[in-house]
């Protein structure tokens, strides 16, 4: 468990890349980091795993503070059960340990009013699960699909400007964006290998009870504003409304743009953003139910020999994450890929299918739950 919230425990879970470490951390690192430990609760892989890229560090944290910590019109549990609800259409079972034990420790977990927010969430990634992955991550989502039917309760997308949609939506684009820099970065548990199965539920049971007072705290919206330089809404994310959440998205999305222009040559931006225009959710098809990356090659086949190692691991990343290997990242670093332009490619990657995802959802149901408490402090 002490790996779960410890900084040490936290850094060994990251591949790939080596995150900076707190006691090494300055300047804007350094500010985002204790940030997220008053904020969130425990140093978390997911979000450390950007620190090679300053920026884009700020710009994951500041979506995530400001999407599913901060107050707003929708209470904790609400945006819990939306982020566990993402993460399992996303078949991301990392995140989803992580969320439904959150989610679980918070009073109202259990409402039944909950549900058709739930199942929004879960419709939103296309598909209810990506072919090939592993048994346990497949029994997860099953586990979270007893929720009523996919659908149930949508109103008129033309309504989704009002505060608690644009709140919900935030947070789907988020965690469309977190679930596959942690399936690149991390691995299918926030758990130790060496827990045994049937030592897991009683694990995360006590992470949820770890996490209960700082998931029951409400931080100040825009507080992380501060953290990067203003930045004009672009029209796909008209759906964050205004506000501190709006400011937020502008920001991060303004600073992952950067880091893609600096990291992401011009013909891979071009055919990713090609490929996403055209793209209408869930995964890549592949052959007989088994995924396969032929689908990449092909894509990538007109580019220069120095190109189809990065156009491959953007493609995988924002299409089918959990396709990315060793063998995939290891092609992309021999291009001369370091930390931070692997981190920014796959944040621009990332972001820019969450985007993606975002100007196409349904509007949430309406959120009707008086008797779940606030996460008032």
């Known amino acids: 468990m002490l790996a779960l919230v410890t900084a040490r425990g936290a850094l060994a879970q990251v591949r790939h890349v080596s995150p900076v470490p707190p006691r090494s951390a300055r300047g804007l690192v350094a500010r985002v980091y204790g940030q997220l430990v008053r904020d969130f609760g425990m140093a978390a892989p997911p979000v450390l795993l950007h620190s090679p890229a300053p920026e884009v560090l700020a710009a994951c944290w500041m979506m995530l503070r400001e999407s599913l910590l901060c107050g707003g019109a929708v209470a904790r549990v609400v945006k819990e059960a939306v982020a566990t609800g993402v993460s399992a259409a996303n078949a991301c079972p990392y995140c989803v340990d992580v969320h439904d034990a959150t989610l679980r420790g918070l009073r109202g977990h259990d409402d039944p009013r909950l549900a058709p927010v739930a199942a929004w969430a879960r419709t939103t990634a296309g598909e209810q699960a990506a072919p090939g992955l592993p ?12 929720w009523p039917p996919p659908g149930a309760g949508l109103v008129a997308v033309g309504e989704r400007s009002a505060a608690p949609q644009a709140e919900l939506i935030a947070v789907a684009v988020t965690f469309h964006y977190l679930n596959r820099m942690v399936a690149v970065f991390l691995g299918d548990s926030p758990l130790p290998p060496e827990v045994p199965a049937r030592a897991r539920g009683p694990a995360l049971r006590a992470f949820g009870r770890l996490m209960r007072p700082a998931a029951r705290r409400t931080p100040p919206a825009g507080a992380s504003l501060p953290l ?9 994310l008209a759906w964050a409304g205004s506000g501190p959440q709006a400011e937020a998205f502008a920001r991060a999305s303004a600073a992952i743009e950067a880091g893609g222009r600096r990291s992401v040559p011009g013909p891979v931006r071009d055919l990713v953003t090609e490929r996403l225009a055209s793209w209408t959710g869930g995964p890549p098809p592949g052959r007989a139910g088994v995924p396969s990356r032929a689908w990449a090659a092909e894509a990538t086949a007109a580019l220069p020999d120095a190109l189809r190692p990065p ?28 930390d931070r332009s692997l981190i920014e490619l796959t944040a621009w990657a990332s972001l820019s299918a969450a985007r993606r995802v975002g100007g196409r959802l349904p509007a949430p149901p309406p959120v009707n739950v008086p008797s779940v408490e606030r996460t008032d402090p």
């Open 135 to 146: 048994p346990a991550s497949q029994a997860r989502q099953s586990a979270l699909g007893e």
């Open 311 to 338: 156009a491959t691991l953007a493609l995988l990343t924002a299409l089918a994450p959990y396709q990315v290997d060793d063998g995939v990242v290891e092609a992309c670093r021999r291009t001369g890929q370091d």
């Open 228 to 236: 990067l330089p203003a930045a004009s809404l672009p029209p796909d």
